[in-house]
């Protein structure tokens, strides 16, 4: 059996080892256009400001090494430019001498990727992008003889993100422009307010809801005139999938403007598979076609992919979208829909904001650690979360992950026995926190207010109450607001509008407190979900 697969990186060449483990006699071979076989494009950012020094890091393997070890065949600078069906051959180009070749196949394995979405901004073609290490390459060297040391990035997702830290690493100044009103569209706004914050305080400086105009030899004009410096400028606005060999073998194109495949990555042809950045995927939680560029997936399916040719009965299951991001120290992740996800698809659903500690907080060291969960009203099936913080972000966003994964609860998370000693849990979880105020929630215990519901919860008249200290209501408050502490509340009945009050504290659990004691006194009464600390990163990120 002869495979050949289009694209060396993750899911094509998980595909090659694993197709080759299941069978010595297949005869495989990968044509990869870059110079460059099985690189990991994740580190190509750090690479660039040599937070990973040596280059050789980045490149897992080498045609050689693959041949020595599992005779596949890798051929580099190896583009293919035509997909025969009817033939069953590819037409390549070897992009070093120019010479073009035809070569069959049994079995044909798309894994073409995705590439940097092309901006309509005159001026476009000075930006740089990174897809490969010859681009990270290319930004070293730019970043070299530049005679104006400053950077623009257009765009605030990810990897325009993990730019700029680096770019700050190596002390260049650094504009991110984006044209939606938060950074990192796949979250909701207050849980990734704190990144934003975290990044301008090391001198990211962040312009939202703007876009650029037209980029000059040293600079990018934005729509409104304003004029940023930039000796060196990011294309980082997404990526689109690199689906044109697809489109143009008459292949069938999904909704998303991804390769569709079916649960066995199989496309329109019975004999061409595909996986990884150029294929759209199975949402779990809203059963529509998604895009989800993220490599743990494109490794997953490429050894499906294998799998499949090697004969066994196996299919791909529906995707959630697990990721997560790191700068300076702080890290947001997310899996699942978010909030605006959620209203998008028209999917029910309660919110719950959480603000523990990522360990004991009797030991040193401890940080806030902040989740947010989605689930759904009636039968508590968790729909996503989010966090944030400077530790621990990754083990909770690991354990809904894998909980959404088993069919668990929101009240599931409450009985989660997690590992525990004080450096590195609680003996109540962050994770358990979370099933314990979701429980609450879908039970009725808590009737809870989301901080966006705040100003119409005031606007039809609704008394709101701070439940916290003075001290802490004469630092910081939600203005307009009556301070009584809970501890004095059983004492002062008589100044609550028991008809329609809203009470807070700093993250909701003296507002569950207050809740019960007033819900005791007959009051019609909600707790704002995740206390003053969710209401002020939200209203934050709303004035950005």
């Known amino acids: 059996m002869k495979v050949v697969i289009i694209g060396g990186v993750a899911s094509g060449m998980s595909t090659a080892a694993r197709l080759r483990r299941l069978d010595e006699t297949a005869e495989i071979t990968v044509y990869e256009m870059s110079e460059h076989v099985s690189y990991a494009n994740c580190g190509l950012p ?36 035509a997909i025969n069906r009817a033939e069953q051959t590819v ?14 196949y049994d079995k044909l394995v798309i894994a073409t990727g995705a590439r940097p979405r092309k901006l309509d901004v005159p001026g476009i073609e000075r930006a740089l992008w990174l897809r490969n290490v010859t681009d990270a390459d290319a930004v070293k060297e730019a970043l070299k003889n530049s005679k104006h040391k400053s950077v623009a990035i257009l765009g605030a997702g990810f ?33 990734v307010q704190p990144l934003q914050a975290k990044l301008e305080k090391h001198g990211v400086k962040i312009l939202l809801n703007t876009e650029a105009d037209h980029i000059t030899k040293d600079k990018v004009v934005l ?10 400028v990011f294309t980082a606005a997404g990526v689109d999938p690199d689906n044109a060999l697809a489109k143009a ?19 329109s042809d019975e004999n061409i598979f595909a996986a990884g950045d150029a294929v759209e995927k199975n949402g779990v939680l809203t059963g529509e076609q998604t895009l989800i560029p993220l490599a743990n997936l494109a490794n997953r399916h ?47 659903h309660h919110i719950i904001h959480v603000h523990p ?28 979360a989010q966090a944030n913080g400077e530790d621990g972000v990754d083990k909770r966003i690991d354990v809904i992950a894998t909980s959404m994964h088993g069919n668990l609860t929101i009240e599931d998370l409450m009985d989660l026995e ?14 358990n926190i979370a099933g314990y105020v979701g429980n609450n929630v879908l039970n009725g215990t808590t009737p809870t207010l989301q901080w966006h519901e705040l100003e119409t919860a005031k606007a039809n008249g609704a008394q709101i109450i701070d439940v916290r200290s003075g001290g802490e209501h004469g630092f910081a408050n939600i203005p307009g607001t009556l301070n009584i502490p809970v501890e004095e509340l059983r004492d002062r009945l008589s100044e609550v509008q028991l008809e329609n009050v809203v009470v807070y504290c700093q993250v909701g659990q003296r507002g569950h407190i207050a809740t019960q004691i007033l819900k005791a006194n007959g009051a019609n009464v909600k707790n704002l979900d995740g206390g003053y600390l969710t209401w002020a990163a939200g209203e934050a990120a709303l004035k950005k």
């Open 249 to 267: 073998a008459g292949l069938k194109i999904g909704t998303t403007g991804g390769l569709w495949v079916d649960e066995q990555q199989r496309t």
């Open 46 to 81: 750090y690479f660039v400001s040599d937070v990973i020094s040596r280059r050789d890091n980045l490149l897992l393997q080498t045609p050689e090494a693959l041949w020595n070890r599992f005779r596949i065949k890798a051929k580099v600078q190896h583009m293919v430019t």
């Open 302 to 348: 490429g050894r499906l992919i294998a799998d499949v040719i090697a004969g066994r009965d196996v299919k791909a299951h529906a995707s959630v979208g697990t990721a997560i991001l790191g700068a300076f120290g702080f890290a947001v992740g997310i899996t699942g829909l978010s909030e605006r996800a959620a209203v998008k698809a028209g999917i029910k």
């Open 418 to 431: 997690l590992a525990y000693a004080p450096q590195f849990g609680s003996a109540k979880d962050a994770i």
């Open 159 to 191: 990897v325009g993100i993990e730019i700029a830290e680096n770019m700050r690493h190596m002390d260049i100044p650094v504009t991110i422009i984006q044209r939606g009103n938060s950074i990192l569209s796949q979250f909701d706004p207050e849980m």
């Open 91 to 104: 037409d390549v180009k070897n992009l070093a001498t120019g010479e073009t070749i035809t070569d069959s």
């Open 223 to 232: 729509k409104d005139g304003t004029h940023i410096d930039a000796g060196v």
């Open 357 to 384: 500690n990522n360990h004991a907080g009797y030991y040193p060291g401890s940080k806030r650690l902040s989740m947010k969960v989605l689930f759904d009203p009636e039968t508590g099936k968790i729909l996503g």
